[in-house]
Structure formats: C-alpha cells, structure tokens
C-alpha cells in the first residue's frame, strides 16, 4: 500500500527530484548547533519490523517520474515564437505582477532578495520610468541605482502560507549587490576583512601567482572585488603568469566566438533541433524570480553558451540542469563591470565589447568545471547515480537514524539527491550562498566532483530534527524538496563547509568510489 501511494504522489505532484521548476527555501528556525555534531546513542528511535525494500533502480525511479520533465502545451506554442519574443513576453507579464521590499546585503558575496505583496499598476509604470532614468555612467562603469526586484504574487502567499509557524528572521539579499560596501550603506570594511582583501591583492600582483597559496586563502571566502580574476585563475582559465593573461583572454575570448560564428546557425539543423529547443525552453526557468536572467539579451546570452558547449560535447550533449551551472559564473563577471544591483542591473546598458567578453569567459570556466563531472551527465547518467548511492552509504555511518528512518518510510535517496547531484545544490540554497559554496568547491581538490558529497551528507544532517519529526513519506519529501535556507548567508554557508571538512577526514577511509 504504501508503494502504491508513493507512486501515486509522484505521478500528483510536479515537485519531483529533477524538475526544471526551482525550489527555493522557507524561513528556518534558529541553527541549533548541537545538530552539528556525534549524537547520543540512546537517543536513537527503535525500528521494530522495519519492512525490508529492495532499492528502485535508476530505470525504475526514471519511469516513476517520467512526467517530471513534461513539456506542456503553453510551451510548446511558445517556442513557435522568435527567442526575442519569448522572452519579452515572459518579462512582462512577471513585471505586472511583482515589486520591492526591504533590502540587505550580504557583506561577502554582495548578493540582494526582496520579498513583498503587491502593489497598484499605476506605481509600478511610475518606478519603472524613474528607473530608465537612473542608469549613468561613471569612471568608465555603468551604475545604476537600486530597482524593483520582482517575485510573483501566488508564489508569496503559497510560500507565506507554509511558514506560518516559523519564526520570522530578516530578509537578505538573494542574488549580487556588487557594490562598494560603504558607497551602498552596508557596514563598513572590517580590519580583518581589509587584512584579507589586502593579502588577495599581494598573491594576485606578483608575476606567477602561488595558486596553492590562492587556494589556501580563497577556502574561507574570496573578496567580491578579487572573485573575478580568482575564479579565473582556480578554474584554470587563466595562466599562474601574469604577463601572459592577457594574450590568453584574448585568444580564448576570440576562440569562442569562433565557435559561435562556425556552429550557431545549425541549431535549426534536423540534427540539433531538439537540443536547441530544450535549451529554449529552459533558460526562462533559470532562476525566474530574478529579473537579470529574465532579460531577452542575458537569455541569448545563456543559449549561445549553452548550444555551444552541447554540440561541442556529443557524449552527453545538453541535460537539463546544466543551465543552472552557468549562473554563478555569469554574476561574478558581471560583477567587475556593475556596482549596484546587479539582480536589476540591465545588461543591455554594457558595451558589447564588455558583454562578448562576459560571455566568452562564462563559457570556458563552465566548461572547465563540467570537465571534472562530465560521467553526471553522460548517458543515464552514471556519475549522479554513483554519487547518490555514495551518499546513501556516507550517511548510513554519519547517522544511522536518519538513515533508518528513510528505510522506515521508504524514501529512496535517489528520490531527493538526484538533484542534489545534478544542479550541485543549486536549486536548494539561494544563488549568493551558492557563489560562496563555489569559492571553497574551487579551492577544494575535485571540489565539484568528490568533496561536494560531503557537503550534501552536512546539508542532509543539518536537517536532522525536522527529518525525524516527519513520520510518513509525503512529508519527507516535500521537506526535504523545500528545505527552508531562504534566509541563508555566508555564516550558514560556513558552518555547513566547515562540517563537510570534519565529514571528509573522520571518513578518510571511505570506499575509493565515493571519489567518482
């Protein structure tokens, strides 16, 4: 009975491991930090009659989810339309139905969210207007003041609706305010943070840069002004040797347009049709509440990339979810040319020299981080599947209770933590949280690949409480498909890196598959 009803909620509810529809946290209560650490043993529930089921394969979970990437008809006819008119269209109607709240700023990351109930029509045109006025351009950067973030009205009062009973904590950023710390009110720069920022600068000016030293100082976070040329550098983008950057940029930043001028036109091939059109279809649903990546020019963006790297990848081609992994990549460069909202920033406003230069570099470091986990999206994917049955192995040492208690309510790992492995958490914690994640992945060896499973393991025990509270098997999955890190910041993004390190040398010797 209970396998029926479990296939039935997957065949129900559109929120399934995999979906193209971003699920973003709730508030939270509190970190407790004692849920951090070893646990009593008699704290342990007993399981009598624990009912024994053999694992679903990947095939199995696959057709017990096929209707998770269903295309519906609404965006079948969209797609008949020119990419420009998509994508104005899906900006307009959100910003019909969207405004502004508070704003914070993350001191680190810089990264901005607003959330707020609607308002008449009539102010938003109003807001609008000031705002095309604001945009200026100052020392050779364009600056423009802080607008309208947008977030749809349904969406608040469903997620208002499922934290009723959560206590209320301040609102932070969501996505990038780039911006100098004192120019936009935020606190001022502490002693400690200059000592940082300082130290960047000295690694960063010398004529081959120690890239184990830029490592070693980029794990606890990378100064938002540095990040740029570090992710560069630790993505291997860019040489060690300073005098020879630049011809690099060049050569790679040409190579790539190369690529666009060679292979761009034959996405409306026979051959390369459906893979540019999955694309399509895809890059509105990256990040949707943010109105940057909703911009027709920053979706054009987004396809050339991404179209590019599939047709020059055949082995895996396009998968769904690769569209997430550009994201980060795509606001950190921005970042070098935008010091205000970049959420809100119009990109059109750039040169195009600026944005072909965004775009180029976006695609190689992409590319080089997809080197590393290219076996996750190979056919049937064999790197996630390997990974989820590592994680489920890692936990059941870490903390044999929730482990039991997945077994209890016949959860299957693969049924949350196949995106987990897919989008690399993306689609679980806010973007800024995820450029801060990305500075301690790209100053880990095999970051992406191998210490991220540690990560998942911290994230999946962070959890613990609310995971043992929930007693039947829909419950479990819609927490763990929303878990509430909203209101998560560079502390929280800390705490959880700082837990996956313990995790990786207490199980030191793991199985050498967990490396996959």
């Known amino acids: 009975m209970a396998t029926e009803n479990r296939i039935n ?5 559109a929120k399934v491991p995999g979906s193209v529809q971003p699920v973003y946290g709730a508030q939270h209560p509190p970190l407790d930090p004692r849920l951090r650490r070893t646990y009593p043993k008699d704290t342990k529930p007993k399981f009598n009659n624990l009912k024994s089921k053999k694992a679903s394969s990947f095939h199995e979970f696959a057709r017990s989810t096929n209707d998770a990437w269903d295309i519906d008809e609404e965006e079948d006819e969209d797609f008949l339309g020119t990419p420009a008119q998509t994508s104005s269209g899906l900006h ?10 508070n704003q914070a700023v993350d001191t680190e990351t810089g990264v901005s ?3 707020a109930p609607p308002r008449p029509e009539a102010e938003n045109l109003q807001d609008g207007q000031e705002e095309d006025a604001e945009c200026e351009l100052v020392n050779g950067k364009v600056v423009k003041s802080s607008s309208d973030a947008y977030l749809n009205t349904s969406s608040v009062r469903s997620t208002l609706q499922k934290q009723q009973s959560l206590p209320v904590r301040p609102i932070i950023p969501l996505v990038a305010r780039m911006s100098d710390q004192n120019a936009s009110g935020a606190p001022p720069m502490t002693v400690r943070e200059k000592s940082r920022l300082d130290k960047f600068k000295q690694l960063l000016a010398s004529p081959n840069t120690d890239l184990e030293e830029l490592r070693k100082h980029s794990w606890s976070g990378i100064p938002r002004e540095v990040r740029p040329i570090t992710w560069r550098l630790l993505s291997g983008y860019l040489p060690a040797n300073k005098e020879r950057r630049e011809l690099v940029l060049k050569r790679k930043r040409d190579e790539y347009f190369g690529f666009i001028e060679q292979y761009y036109h034959s996405r409306t091939d026979e051959h390369y049709k459906d893979t540019y059109r999955q694309i399509h279809i895809d890059i509105p649903r990256t990040n949707p509440l943010i109105p940057l990546f909703q911009q027709p020019v920053v979706q054009e963006v987004f396809e050339r990339i991404l179209f590019i790297w599939a047709i020059r990848h055949p082995a895996s081609g396009y998968v769904q ?14 970042s070098e040319f935008v010091t205000e909202d970049v959420e809100n920033f119009e990109v059109a406003a750039l040169p195009l020299d600026t ?4 775009e180029a570099d976006s695609f190689w470091c992409m590319s080089k981080l997809l080197d590393g986990i290219q076996d996750n999206y190979t056919f049937a994917q ?21 482990h039991n208690h997945f077994k209890r309510y016949e959860v299957e790992y693969l049924q949350f933590a196949f995106r987990w492995m897919n989008n690399l958490l993306m689609r679980e914690l806010p973007l800024r949280c995820t450029i801060r994640l990305w500075d301690t992945y790209q100053a880990e060896s095999e970051g992406f690949s ?18 043992l509270s929930m007693v039947d098997f829909q419950g479990l999955l819609m927490l763990l498909q929303n878990l509430p890190t909203i209101h998560w910041g560079n502390e ?12 990786k040398y207490m199980f030191a010797d793991a199985p050498s598959h967990y490396k996959r």
């Open 9 to 13: 909620f997957w065949r129900r509810n």
């Open 92 to 101: 307009s109607v959100s910003t019909q139905n969207q405004q502004q709240q």
């Open 113 to 115: 969210h607003r959330l």
């Open 321 to 334: 979810g690769i569209n997430d992994l550009v994201t980060p990549f795509f606001v950190v460069f921005l």
């Open 355 to 358: 944005r072909r230069n965004i």
């Open 382 to 402: 064999p790197g996630i599947q390997n990974k989820v049955k590592a994680l489920e192995e890692l936990v059941s040492r870490i903390d044999e209770d929730i």
């Open 450 to 467: 191998h210490f991220h499973l540690y990560v998942c393991s911290a994230f999946l025990i962070e959890w613990r409480k609310e995971i």
């Open 492 to 503: 929280e993004v800390g705490l959880l890196l700082a837990e996956a390190y313990r995790l």
